[in-house]
């Protein structure tokens, strides 16, 4: 019965966790009371409040999914739900202190260490926890066992992502090739015969082409007998856009085809809040340094101090972006990327590109909610022009808001494109951070940006 161990294992640990959210919340908040000797309080008023958020703080993250499963998804992903919950946590908490009136009967300093004391503490014994069940299970160990059935050429890309990432979990337990055969279907029959009340593994998981439709509704037909997950991999590496999710519309099951996490009202609304809280500490935090920029760039260079150039933005709407001014003005019929010793470039402007200084004030359009922080990057109008024509997902780049900085740029991958290549790979690293949004992935990039993506070594 080793899916009735899995599942217990699972619920235990859930369990097991909820109760480790309440006691890291309840003893970090004691012991910074306790060793805050200069504050004067009463002990039952600190105890209930010590008592509600390590009791808000499980019941916030079961609402927003931190107890599922993770097998198989991303660290980063996971810390980002964990202090999302714990953010939320803090503010029902300020919400209740405020309606009760009672916010003076608290320390500030003591509410705030310890909220971040507990941030700490639990993402990193989150962290710890995640490393060692992928050694773990990259030895084998704490396993789900899978049984793969499909055509061979799926079959075997199934196989190939197993090997690769062993450390999510998932070992082989038996591959069944579907030719059509009178054998395959024999085989299948007693698969379901010897596993009904019997099994020994965890998931079935399935893969075929979409134009095999039939074929996966009978095969699903003659699992149904067996009481476990099946999964289905459909094949689209042919017509891949973005992500894939299943929705139902009018009463009817549907494939979508490009998906965004970003594409989740609550999910944009915690990323604009990402941005507005973010880019406004930024913005207040940069704001001297760009004073400097500003008055620097119109004693050398004169004239306008920012370039505004029209953008395309999120679902293809234009907008204005700013930038410090880098070259000498000019007229130019259609926008022409700048090369290395391009002649237009001042000797101020090329520090300030080379350190994305000039970058600065998309801050602004960011609190306009017009860019994110993390997003791919907007390009010239006349080179969405012409590279939607010659690039199949190019304009998928356009279903989220562009960034300032992206996956894409803290990857190498900014300044000029020489070749048609690069800008496809450049769009390929855009299209998987559009694919695989979190908040801890914001976050990663936005914390990479501070060794990787300030310094700019192309034009």
């Not at 991303?74 to 939320?88: E, F, P, Q, T």
């Not at 608290?106 to 992928?134: E, H, K, N, Q």
Request: hydrophobic share 45%; proline share 4%; net charge positive.
């Amino acid at each position: 019965m080793a899916a009735l161990k899995g599942t217990h294992h699972n619920d235990w640990l859930r369990r097991a966790m909820r109760c480790f959210d309440a006691g890291i919340a309840l003893l970090v908040s004691a012991f910074a009371l306790w060793v805050m000797p200069n504050i004067t309080h009463h002990g039952e008023e600190y105890l209930f409040l010590m008592v509600i958020g390590s009791l808000l703080l499980p019941a916030v993250g079961e609402l927003m999914g931190l107890y599922q499963p993770w097998r198989g998804r991303s660290l980063y992903s996971m810390l980002g739900v964990y202090a999302l919950s714990w953010v939320i946590t803090i503010v029902l908490i300020s919400l209740l202190l405020v309606a009760t009136q009672t916010t003076q009967n608290f320390s500030r300093l003591w509410m705030g260490v310890s909220a971040i004391t507990v941030l700490g503490i639990g993402s990193a014994m989150r962290g710890a926890l995640y490393g060692y069940l992928r050694r773990l299970r990259a030895r084998g160990k704490n396993c789900k066992r899978i049984v793969i059935i499909g055509r061979e050429e799926n079959l075997l890309r199934l196989q190939e992502h197993l090997s690769a990432m062993l450390y999510a979990g998932y070992m082989l337990h038996s591959a069944h090739v579907d030719d059509d055969s009178d054998r395959f279907h024999a085989r299948l029959k007693q698969l379901v015969d010897e596993s009904a009340f019997n099994k020994e593994f965890d998931e079935i998981w399935l893969s075929y082409p979409l134009s095999d439709g039939d074929k996966v509704r009978l095969v699903s037909a003659s699992l149904i007998k067996i009481p476990i997950s099946v999964r289905y991999f459909p094949d689209l590496s042919d017509i891949r856009l973005l992500n894939h999710r299943m929705a139902q519309v009018v009463g009817l099951y549907s494939l979508e085809l490009n998906y965004s996490p970003l594409d989740s009202a609550p999910v944009r609304l915690v990323k604009s809040i990402e941005d507005r809280v973010i880019g406004g500490v930024l913005f207040v935090g940069f704001l001297p340094v760009m004073l400097v920029i500003a008055a620097l760039v119109k004693w050398k260079m004169g004239g306008p101090v920012l370039f505004k150039q029209y953008r395309h933005g999120m679902d293809g709407k234009r907008f204005r972006i700013y930038k410090f001014r880098s070259m000498s003005v000019h007229q130019a019929r259609t926008t022409v990327a700048a090369r290395h010793e391009d002649p237009r470039i001042t000797p101020l402007g090329a520090f300030l590109r080379r350190t994305s200084l000039d970058e600065l004030p998309q801050l602004y359009n960011v609190l306009q909610g017009r860019m994110s922080l993390v997003g791919p990057r907007p390009h010239a109008l006349d080179h969405n022009q012409y590279y939607h024509g010659v690039i199949q997902n190019y304009m998928q780049r356009h279903r989220v808001k562009p960034g300032m900085t992206g996956w894409a740029q803290v990857n190498g991958h900014r300044g000029s494109t020489d070749t048609l290549e690069q800008m496809q790979k450049r769009v390929e690293f855009d299209l998987y951070y559009i694919d695989n949004w979190s908040l801890g992935l914001d976050l990663k990039i936005l914390a990479m940006t501070l060794t990787r993506g300030f310094i700019n070594y192309r034009p």
